[in-house]
């Protein structure tokens, strides 16, 4: 019988980019959003931008596609636009392309979008000193299954 659960998509990139072979060795840690004041850079987070569904005269069909931000974070120095830029690249060659399974739900595809540098001005506190960060941003789409079972209506 399928799993009638609700799919976590968000639960499921967080996982995957943590997972990723080498990952340990370049940040330290992937969040939602927000990189926490208490870790250090470099760190990863990610976002929802938007989702779309899909469906027909007979109702949903299960299908998503969500569009993800996935931004790698670093000291915004020479050597940090290095650490931002292998962690993009690490995190760009597992994930464009991918499909896969996870219980009886389907990543059905994932296309990397767009890949760009964020010069948007962000500020942390590093050892009791501020510093200023940077952003190499990946644009993900992640077309999935999406088991609604009993919870439609309620």
């Known amino acids: 019988m399928p799993d009638e659960s609700p799919f976590e998509v968000e639960a499921w990139l967080a996982d995957w980019i943590a997972a990723l072979p080498g990952f340990g060795n370049v940040a330290s840690g992937v969040f939602p959003i927000y990189v926490p004041s208490s870790r250090a850079l470099p760190a990863i987070t990610y976002r929802r931008q938007s989702t779309k569904r899909t ?4 109702g949903p069909d299960r299908l998503a596609t969500g569009f993800f931000e996935v931004r790698a974070w670093a000291l915004s120095d020479k050597a940090g636009y290095k650490q931002a830029t292998a ?15 996870q219980n009886d739900h389907h990543i059905r595809r994932t296309v990397l979008e767009n890949e760009f540098d964020d010069d948007t001005p962000a500020v942390f506190n590093e050892e009791g000193r501020e510093v200023y960060a940077l952003q190499r941003v990946l644009q993900v789409s992640l077309v999935y299954s999406e088991i609604i079972g009993n919870l439609v209506g309620n």
Do not use: E, K, P
């Open 55 to 58: 469906g027909s005269n007979q």
């Open 87 to 101: 962690i993009a690249r690490l995190i760009r060659v597992g994930i464009d392309g991918f499909r896969g399974h």
